[in-house]
């Protein structure tokens, strides 16, 4: 290859190396905001479903209150009984039902544990 050749293409290569450089970060910068975009959608999405499943359970745990203290209006007799705690049992071992004075300690149910 002639001398002249040489110097000829050396430069030409680095202006296209130095392109390829400058598009590759530029295409880095676009996928970077790409994927933070998305994952901010994505974020809000599950917030936003999170919170209706906790509203949800929120609002069941109202109910079965709401249907208990009903029941002690209609029943005051019953508020030294053992039955209407039955009303809010869910069936899960795991849950404990009961009532709680002020002070912690238990007035139905089993005491809760320090």
Do not use: C, W
């Not at 508020?79 to 009532?99: A, C, D, P, R």
Request: charged share 20%; glycine share 6%; proline share 4%.
């Amino acid at each position: 290859m002639p001398k002249g050749g040489l110097e000829k293409i050396f430069p030409q290569i680095a202006a296209v190396l130095a392109l390829l450089i400058s598009a590759g970060f530029f295409l880095r910068a676009q996928v970077n905001d790409l994927l933070n975009a998305t994952l901010e959608r994505t974020l809000a999405k599950q917030t936003v479903e999170l919170s209706v499943a906790a509203e949800e359970r929120f609002a069941k745990e109202l109910a079965s209150l709401r249907l208990a203290a009903q029941y002690l209006e209609a029943h005051p007799a019953a508020q030294v009984e053992e039955n209407f705690l039955s009303l809010l049992k869910t069936g899960n071992e795991n849950i404990l039902v009961g009532v709680l004075a002020s002070d912690g300690n238990a007035i139905h149910g089993a005491p809760l544990s320090n």
